[in-house]
């Protein structure tokens, strides 16, 4: 079963504005890391966020993380129609020896 | 940061073949898994390759089905047996860097039809 839940699912909007999406998990965790998917390839790694972090920056990107409401966000800002693709969360908890727990994801879509 | 590349890309295969993808890291690196990524759905663990001993599998997945190696630290490799069209799939290796809990890297997966 899926540790996180992604909203939304689909997200639509043209370049140059703003994307946030929100990733919810079940148990305690120690990282929480967040990728990129282009048209069914790899995984492009972005940031990994840890349990005693809130906030962690990178380039375009801005990631939150609330431990006690167990959820995280990614934010990209000044989006380009390059940054098409699927989004993911992924959570590794202490006891997990590196194995991390995929959410289901969110479809963004930047029209020039 | 580590730089994984699998073989083959992608493949064709018909039922009741089996396949075999391989995995190579350009570092040593402790750990390594593969994940199974249905149409149009998230990544799940198939098993973490353990070097030295055999794969830990997760639930729903069994070795006879998806037999792995790890002969040494920089590769791995993953067959698919006795395959059926729901085998249908893009399968990607990963490893984490420098331990279990830091950034965790994926291969460019290996998108697998079965006829």
């Known amino acids: 079963s899926q540790q996180g839940e992604e909203d939304p699912q689909a997200l639509s909007i043209q370049e140059g504005e703003n994307a946030t999406m929100n990733c919810s998990y079940k148990?305690?965790?120690?990282?929480l890391q967040w990728y990129r998917q282009n048209s069914g390839r790899g995984l492009v790694h972005l940031i990994l966020?840890?349990?005693?972090?809130r906030e962690k920056h990178s380039g375009r990107l801005r990631v939150t993380l609330d431990t006690s409401k167990k959820s995280s966000s990614l934010l990209i800002t000044a989006s380009r129609a390059a940054d098409t693709a699927s989004y993911f969360c992924?959570?590794?908890?202490?006891?997990?020896?590196?194995?991390?727990?995929f959410g289901a994801g969110t479809q963004v879509v930047v029209t020039p | 940061s580590a730089v994984i590349s699998q073989k083959p890309s992608r493949d064709i295969c018909q039922r009741g073949t089996s396949l075999t993808i391989q995995c190579q890291v350009d570092?040593?690196?402790?750990?390594m898994f593969w994940y199974r990524q249905q149409p149009g759905q998230s990544l799940t663990l198939i098993a973490t390759?353990?070097?030295?001993?055999?794969?830990?599998?997760e639930s729903g997945f069994v070795i006879d089905k998806f037999p792995i190696s790890r002969p040494n630290l920089t590769f791995s490799t993953l067959t698919v047996s006795n395959m059926s069209p729901e085998d249908s799939s893009i399968y990607l290796c990963?490893?984490?860097?420098?331990?279990?809990?830091?950034?965790?890297?994926f291969g460019p997966g290996t998108r697998l039809t079965v006829l």
């Open positions: 570092s040593q690196v402790t750990m």
């Open positions: 390759a353990n070097q030295g001993s055999e794969a830990t599998y």
């Open positions: 148990t305690s965790i120690n990282n």
């Open positions: 992924a959570t590794g908890t202490t006891d997990s020896w590196g194995k991390l727990q």
């Open positions: 966020i840890r349990s005693n972090e």
């Open positions: 990963s490893a984490p860097e420098l331990g279990a809990y830091n950034e965790q890297f």
